[in-house]
């Protein structure tokens, strides 16, 4: 309960009307139909469902008009990336941000900004610093940015990714620019900062690989529940934890232990949202029809299991048609050479006509019949 009376205090800080707003049970109480958005068909379940979605989106009006049909929150997918908004030491480019918070404010719909540290994907100048100037930039870098946005954003993505337990550091972190030159404590260090920049803003640490029920995914989960504990334990405020939720069905995924993942972390008394959900397709069939209904079934599969738990609030797609997948990028054919020079990733709820596919049916029906469970 008290997390819905957070949302809504945030929707009414933002200017939010009705949709948010809503307490939940009028909001289950809706029934589903299968015209409904996707936004809709989660409403039905207290749950706000979203996308992410870059700038080239705000000149492609069909596809907006798709993303402004289905979508109840947005994540920004490049624009907040440090390679993008600040390219340079001391220099900030603010042009793509500004324009998906604009098209956020004017249309009332919540944007996550993703995201400030990511030892993945650092520009390369932050690899240069000595460390005593890496922390320095880590400040300018909160505070420039929380400051401009101030107020305008649903939540912050403050660390992305943190831990990759390949490294064999304690706790599992993942090195990279940010850690080597402060250990562990990066990730407390930005997430006060950023409590202190702007001590309205909802922060999130956002991860990958929990899904993944092999050592590698259960390594991870420890470490998400230690570092979460430890912070909270410092005093250092984390408002949710963002769990990816890149697919990918050749791996094992376990619906009752993921579930009891989830519950633990519900414990520790954070929202818990769902930040980049798609399904790779690479080893599924060749076959449209076939991909597809195994696609459908992964969604089934992992939102059921996701949906037990009521400290899932938010539901985002990494973009939401299959044309603007990132599995579709250059990028990622030059990541993944052996991927067949004609294969055409099929990884979301929308396809290249913008029509709802199976997934999408699969993804209203886990929306709808959650609504029906938690309204009961
Ligand atoms: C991806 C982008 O969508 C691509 O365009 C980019 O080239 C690589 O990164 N996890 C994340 C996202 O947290 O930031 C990534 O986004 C996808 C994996």
Redesign the pocket.
Known sequence: MTRAIGMNRRAALLGIGAALSLPKAAMARAACTPKMSLGAHAASAGVTFGC?I?VDALDDPAYMALVQREARILTT??AF?LPFINPDRGRFDFARADRLVAFAQVNEIPLRA??LF?DL?NPEWVTRLSPRDRAYEMDRIVDTILDRYRGRIHSW?VV??PFWPGFGEPGGFRRGAWYDAMGEAYVMHAFKRAAAADPSARLVL?C?MSERDDDLGRSIRVSILRLVERMQDAGCKVDAVGL?G?LDPSLPFDPGAFTAFLAKLAERNVEIYIT?LDVLDTALPRDIRARDAAVARQYAIFLAAVLEVPSVTVVAT??LADGKS?YR?D??RSVMPDLPPDWRARPLPFDDRLQGKPARDAMANAFCRAGRKRGE
Do not use: F, I, P, R
């Open positions: 992410s870059g997918d490049l990336k993703h995201t990511w994907a993505d992305n990714e956002n990958d990816q890149h980049e990494w973009q990132w990028s990028w990622y």
